[in-house]
């Protein structure tokens, strides 16, 4: 396993910059971008670059825009923006730019988005096709509309009824007057934001501070029982696969080093990844490793 100094951590933030998240704030487009362990915000024309807070669930970062605090709360697929005193509406994660496909059964549908341009095939009825509108909030997710056709996507779990496999998204379609219910998005959607990680090896975490695995772009990164620690992840396939994780040096006690030791060797020895009815997130490593771990 390759641990680097904390100073091969500290890369220009130009280095680090992933493709950003787009959210959906109450018709405000709000741009978030893993830089480092931070985050950048990009909204109304003026960039805030926000560090890691403490949080009971899911990923919480705060900065300053002038003189007025900011704060940034992700829940995967929901967050909240405070800036100053105002509030803004829920924060609804927008699908990931480029082709997006979704689908379901009993009637089998097919619905494909690139851009603007949509597609819906349905078994036995014909094609539809429209180009959509930009993305607005519902209330419980995010709706395009468009002649004769309007699609609707709210953060899953969603499970394809045909083929067990668990996808990040629930998508509604309206055509024709018929409405159509499945699944939408891709594994790596899925994975997408914070977990916090309870068992290493089947043995509760028992480091100085909670462990936490953190998925953004092509970064991955968190807190161990011990020290933060960053690598790249992308999906071959089917197949997580996680390169190059380094770590800062801190010193601890035996224990939580012992277990910082075998969180990071699963890591760099995935063999492969599911979930769990309740939505637990499973990771199995070389020799039977096995980590468990749920939203944060």
Same mark, same amino acid.
């Given at each position: 396993?390759?641990?680097?100094?904390?100073?091969?951590?500290?890369?220009?933030?130009?280095?680090?910059?992933?493709?950003?998240?787009?959210?959906?704030?109450?018709?405000?487009?709000?741009?978030?971008?893993?830089?480092?362990?931070?985050?950048?915000?990009?909204?109304?024309?003026?960039?805030?670059?926000?560090?890691?807070?403490?949080?009971?669930?899911?990923?919480?970062?705060?900065?300053?825009?002038?003189?007025?605090?900011?704060?940034?709360?992700?829940?995967?697929?929901?967050?909240?923006?405070?800036?100053?005193?105002?509030?803004?509406?829920?924060?609804?994660?927008?699908?990931?730019?480029?082709?997006?496909?979704?689908?379901?059964?009993?009637?089998?549908?097919?619905?494909?988005?690139?851009?603007?341009?949509?597609?819906?095939?349905? %078994?036995?009825? *014909?094609?539809? /096709?429209? &180009?959509? $509108?930009?993305?607005? #909030?519902? =209330?419980?997710?995010? @709706?395009?509309? !468009?002649?004769?056709?309007?699609?609707?996507?709210?953060?899953?779990?969603?499970?394809?009824?045909?083929?067990?496999?668990?996808?990040?998204?629930?998508?509604?379609?309206?055509?024709?007057?018929?409405?159509?219910?499945?699944?939408?998005?891709?594994?790596?959607?899925?994975?997408?934001?914070?977990?916090?990680?309870?068992?290493?090896?089947?043995?509760?975490?028992?480091? %100085?501070?909670? *462990?936490?695995? /953190?998925? &953004?772009? $092509?970064?991955?990164? #968190?807190? =161990?029982?011990?020290? @933060?620690?960053? !690598?790249?992840?992308?999906?071959?396939?089917?197949?997580?696969?996680?390169?190059?994780?380094?770590?800062?040096?801190?010193?601890?006690?035996?224990?939580?080093?012992?277990?910082?030791?075998?969180?990071?060797?699963?890591?760099?020895?995935?063999?492969?990844?599911?979930?769990?009815?309740?939505?637990?997130?499973?990771?199995?490593?070389?020799?039977?490793?096995?980590?468990?771990?749920?939203?944060?």
């Amino acid at each position: 396993m390759l641990r680097l100094l904390l100073a091969a951590l500290l890369l220009p933030a130009t280095a680090l910059a992933q493709a950003p998240a787009v959210h959906d704030c109450g018709g405000l487009r709000v741009e978030a971008t893993a830089e480092g362990d931070g985050l950048v915000l990009l909204f109304e024309g003026a960039r805030s670059a926000l560090r890691p807070a403490p949080a009971g669930s899911g990923a919480r970062y705060v900065g300053e825009r002038g003189a007025a605090p900011v704060e940034f709360w992700d829940r995967g697929g929901r967050a909240r923006l405070t800036v100053g005193d105002r509030v803004l509406p829920d924060c609804l994660r927008d699908p990931p730019p480029g082709a997006y496909r979704a689908g379901g059964n009993e009637p089998f549908w097919s619905l494909r988005i690139a851009g603007d341009a949509a597609r819906l095939e349905r %078994l036995g009825g *014909a094609s539809v /096709e429209a &180009r959509l $509108g930009p993305a607005w #909030g519902d =209330g419980a997710g995010t @709706r395009r509309d !468009g002649a004769g056709l309007s699609v609707s996507v709210a953060p899953g779990p969603c499970r394809d009824s045909m083929t067990g496999v668990e996808l990040p998204d629930r998508v509604g379609v309206e055509s024709g007057g018929a409405r159509l219910e499945g699944c939408g998005g891709s594994a790596e959607g899925r994975l997408l934001g914070t977990w916090r990680v309870e068992t290493i090896g089947g043995e509760a975490v028992a480091g %100085l501070r909670p *462990a936490t695995l /953190e998925f &953004r772009g $092509g970064a991955v990164f #968190g807190q =161990g029982p011990c020290n @933060r620690y960053r !690598g790249g992840w992308a999906m071959e396939g089917e197949r997580l696969v996680v390169r190059g994780v380094a770590s800062t040096m801190m010193a601890c006690p035996g224990a939580a080093m012992a277990q910082e030791g075998a969180l990071f060797r699963l890591l760099e020895t995935v063999r492969a990844h599911r979930f769990t009815e309740d939505g637990a997130l499973v990771i199995e490593g070389a020799e039977g490793a096995r980590l468990v771990a749920r939203r944060g």
